[in-house]
């Protein structure tokens, strides 16, 4: 069983930057994707990046240049740090892993979500 735990949320103003971890527990493989996905309300919940072990990663298109994804395989912790930040990035944040090896899709283990807003 994996557990995931966000943090990092708040409100930031148009421009402005944030930084979310996700720490895991239980079993996580280097080559699991770990990743974050957002859902705006009335949206539907949308990638917001992924990665998977040796710096592989894949972004939604909206935050392709502003926001970037890493993470600690010693610490089994993911992070985001998003920069650049607009009014349309405002979603709840959620952290994914997923448990099929390099699968790129969001898995079944997601965390409890953390707000993000924006303001203008």
């Known amino acids: 069983q994996v557990q995931l735990v966000e943090s990092g949320g708040g409100l930031v103003q148009a421009g402005g930057s944030l930084r979310l971890s996700c720490a895991a527990s239980?079993?996580?493989?280097?080559?699991?994707?770990m990743g974050w996905y957002r859902q705006a309300p009335g949206k539907q919940r949308e990638l917001v990046a992924t990665i998977i072990t040796g710096g592989s990663t894949n972004y939604g298109e909206s935050v392709k240049g502003r926001f970037t994804i890493s993470r600690d395989n010693a610490k089994n912790t993911v992070y985001l740090q998003m920069s650049s930040l607009k009014p349309e990035d405002t979603a709840v944040y959620y952290c994914n892993v997923n448990s099929v090896p390099f699968h790129w899709g969001p898995g079944q283990y997601w965390g409890q979500g953390t707000q993000v807003t924006v303001s203008s």
């Open positions: 239980g079993r996580i493989l280097s080559f699991n994707a």
